[in-house]
Every structure is written in structure tokens, then in C-alpha cells.
């Protein structure tokens, strides 16, 4: 099966610089990845995705980029705030299944 | 827009004792999926169903643990007996299977167990 690693496991940051978190996937089969924040206390939230036919996705302050060669995907956040602070995971899927495989996710802290 | 709704949201009980947690996907979503979440181990996947149906259940830990999907909109995951190990958050997701390609899961704000 599929397999997710994220790097690092925690971040520390200044508020206004930029943060990245790298993940690595396994099958060169996996189409869609997906990534969440999840917040103290919630639900994982999903904040941006990238299908494979694309290499990169913006959406305001967060951006994720995608190398199929390399099999790896990032996700950038820039002008860091307090609120961005967070546990962040990236998941990988199959074309052609549901189940997600999820990183093993970062914890993000920005200092005021 | 309701998004997927979990019950209870906090549940303390006894070892020994009886838990069921509680599912509502988002309405139209096919596909409902039960994980698990700790420090040590991550999210864990433990089941899900496609239409009602259990799909892959290899992540169920052992017989202790059974989920149903009755119908579309409604979903069980029960614990009998509960031990202390199972403490834990655990999340309902859900999905469509419309269109091509990976299907984004949509996360319920997840129900914290805590087993004495």
C-alpha cells in the first residue's frame, strides 16, 4: 500500500515568515493529496488539495506544490499569523480507492 | 451547510463498560469512514463503507470493536468491553464518490473517550 511521510514533526516560526512542511509518498499511482489543519480540540479541516495533473495550487497565504518524479508534495505558508498555529497533516490517495494515507502531521507554532 | 455531526462529543466510562459512538455523514456523501487519533500512533483508519457497505476493516483492532451503517445517514462504531487502551479521539469522516479521482473526506469534530 501507499506510504505517507511528513517532515518535520514541529515547526517554530517568527510571525510573518514563511513556514514548509514536506511530504513523501510511496505509489506512483496516488492521484490526489489533500491537506488538513487541525486545530486544538477539532476536527481535521481541509485547507488545500493538488491533483496529480497539476504542480501547484495557491490559495491566498498557502500554496502546495507537487513533484510526481519525486514523488513528493509541500505545502507553503507565508506571512505566517497566530491563528496558522496548528497541526497540519498531508494525505496521499489511490485513482483508484478512497482510503486516504495520512502523514504523520507537524505541529506549527507562529510566535507573536 | 451541515457538515458531518458525531455524538457523544465526550464520553468517560468505566473498563468493562459498553461505548457506541455516533455518525451523521454530510447528506449525499456515499462513503463514511471511522478513524482514530492518539499521540502515539496518528490518525488510524479503523473502517469504511461504501453505500452502506463495510469495505476494509483491517484496521479494526480486534473483536472488541464493531461498526454498522444502517442506512446513508446514520453510523455506529461500538466498543464492548471497553479497556483503558482505547482512550482516544475518535473521528467519522465522510465523501462522495462522484467524479473522477481522490474524494476529499470531510472530518466531524470527533468524540474524546476516555476509558478508567
Known amino acids: 500500500g501507499e506510504n505517507v511521510e511528513q517532515h518535520p514533526s514541529t515547526l517554530s516560526v517568527q510571525e510573518g515568515d514563511s513556514a514548509v512542511i514536506k511530504c513523501t509518498y510511496s505509489?506512483?499511482?496516488?492521484?490526489?493529496f489533500p491537506w488538513y489543519k487541525q486545530e486544538l480540540g477539532k476536527g481535521p479541516q481541509l485547507i488545500i488539495d493538488i491533483r496529480s495533473n497539476v504542480g501547484e495550487k495557491k490559495d491566498q497565504r498557502i500554496a502546495v506544490t507537487l513533484n510526481k518524479t519525486a514523488k513528493h508534495f509541500s505545502l507553503h505558508i507565508t506571512e505566517t499569523q497566530p491563528e496558522d498555529s496548528a497541526v497540519y497533516f498531508c494525505?496521499?490517495?489511490?485513482?483508484?480507492?478512497?482510503?486516504?494515507?495520512f502523514g504523520t502531521g507537524t505541529s506549527l507554532t507562529v510566535i507573536p | 451547510d451541515a457538515g458531518v455531526i458525531q455524538s457523544p462529543r465526550h464520553e468517560v466510562t468505566e473498563m468493562g463498560q459498553e461505548v457506541t459512538l455516533r455518525c451523521k455523514p454530510i447528506s449525499g456523501h456515499n462513503s463514511l469512514f471511522w478513524y482514530r487519533q492518539t499521540m502515539m500512533r496518528g490518525l488510524e483508519l479503523l473502517i469504511y463503507?461504501?453505500?452502506?457497505?463495510?469495505?476494509?476493516d483491517s484496521g479494526m483492532p480486534e473483536d472488541r470493536f464493531s461498526a454498522k451503517m444502517p442506512n446513508a445517514s446514520f453510523s455506529t462504531l461500538k466498543i464492548q468491553p471497553s479497556e483503558p487502551r482505547d482512550s482516544a479521539v475518535y473521528f467519522c469522516?465522510?465523501?462522495?464518490?462522484?467524479?473522477?479521482?481522490?474524494?476529499?473526506?470531510?472530518f466531524g469534530p470527533g468524540t474524546r473517550l476516555l476509558v478508567l
Open positions: 505509489d506512483s499511482a496516488s492521484n490526489y
Open positions: 469522516a465522510s465523501s462522495s464518490n462522484l467524479g473522477t479521482g481522490g474524494k476529499t473526506q470531510y
Open positions: 494525505a496521499a490517495t489511490l485513482n483508484t480507492g478512497n482510503q486516504f494515507y
Open positions: 463503507f461504501n453505500n452502506n457497505v463495510p469495505i476494509d
